[in-house]
């Protein structure tokens, strides 16, 4: 039975990634945060699938020996580790870069660049270690350069986690056993994003519109980008939903449809 490892899968895309796995057949090994995330993603997680499919554990992914621990826990229970994906990440407040405290922007290297940079090493040279193996990095907005007013660092750490899969991929080459792939989920409609909302925010309305036209809900996404992991055997993959044929088709309707999926999220 094959296994994958999901780092930040207590909630948002990373537990949309849990589910859909187990959908498929896979045991799953997710790590959170805290202690009351990892309990609240298992008791939903319990609702549809046995117990014995899946582990929580907590995990700060910025301390190496916790993602030891991760690697060895889910081993241990699961065996081999057929996929691995960094997808815990954080961003900073949404201010200019002058105005955020150093200890913010530290955090966030720490956990978006740092700690998927030792999450990879760990991986990849046990993964060799097995002769097998594929680890996926979740990319995010600034991937592409893209820049947004107040998310400076956060779309930093996204740039970084593009260029360092694309180059690493390329260091190790097309013989290599091991895959390295970028996953790019495009505008997803988690916390991340309706926090700013739910503060009201002075860009709240305008971030409203963006979100009800281009932003996808959890399911759809993480579908998708399972789909691609689980058949993929190309080193230097990129998957990205946000750049996939579905998703363009679905924005003709939606700019005459009202849809107001920000309100549906806010109001559940």
């Known amino acids: 039975m094959r296994h994958v490892v999901i780092t930040g899968g207590s909630r948002g895309i990373g537990f949309g990634l849990v589910r859909e796995f187990l959908l498929r057949g896979l045991n799953v090994t997710f790590c959170g945060t805290t202690d009351h995330s990892v309990m609240k993603a298992m008791n939903l997680l319990t609702e549809e699938w046995s117990s014995k499919k899946f582990r929580g554990v907590v995990c700060d992914v910025s301390k190496e020996d916790d993602l030891l621990n991760l690697w060895e826990f889910g081993t241990k229970i699961f065996g081999e580790?057929?996929?691995w994906i960094n997808n815990a990440g954080i961003d900073n407040p949404q201010a200019t870069f002058n105005k955020l405290q150093?200890?913010?922007?530290?955090?966030?290297?720490?956990?978006?660049?740092?700690?998927?940079?030792?999450?990879?090493?760990?991986?990849y040279n046990n993964m060799l270690k097995q002769g097998k193996g594929s680890i996926y990095n979740m990319g995010g907005l600034g991937s592409d350069g893209r820049m947004i007013k107040g998310l400076t660092p956060y779309g930093m750490s996204k740039r970084a986690v593009q260029y360092f899969t694309k180059a690493f991929a390329r260091e190790t080459g097309k013989e290599s056993p091991v895959i390295i792939g970028l996953l790019l989920p495009g505008m997803v409609l988690t916390d991340m994003l309706l926090d700013p909302i739910r503060k009201g925010e002075d860009n709240a309305r305008r971030l409203k519109r963006v979100y009800n036209l281009l932003a996808e809900e959890v399911e759809p996404v993480a579908s998708y980008l399972a789909d691609r992991i689980t058949s993929n055997e190309k080193n230097g993959a990129i998957i990205s939903y946000s750049g996939s044929t579905r998703m363009f088709l679905k924005i003709p309707g939606r700019l005459f449809s009202g849809r107001d999926i920000v309100s549906d999220k806010l109001e559940a």
Do not use: C
């Not at 150093?102 to 991986?123: E, F, Y």
């Open 102 to 123: 150093p200890s913010v922007i530290n955090r966030l290297i720490d956990i978006n660049i740092k700690g998927l940079i030792h999450a990879s090493h760990i991986a």
């Open 81 to 83: 580790v057929d996929i």
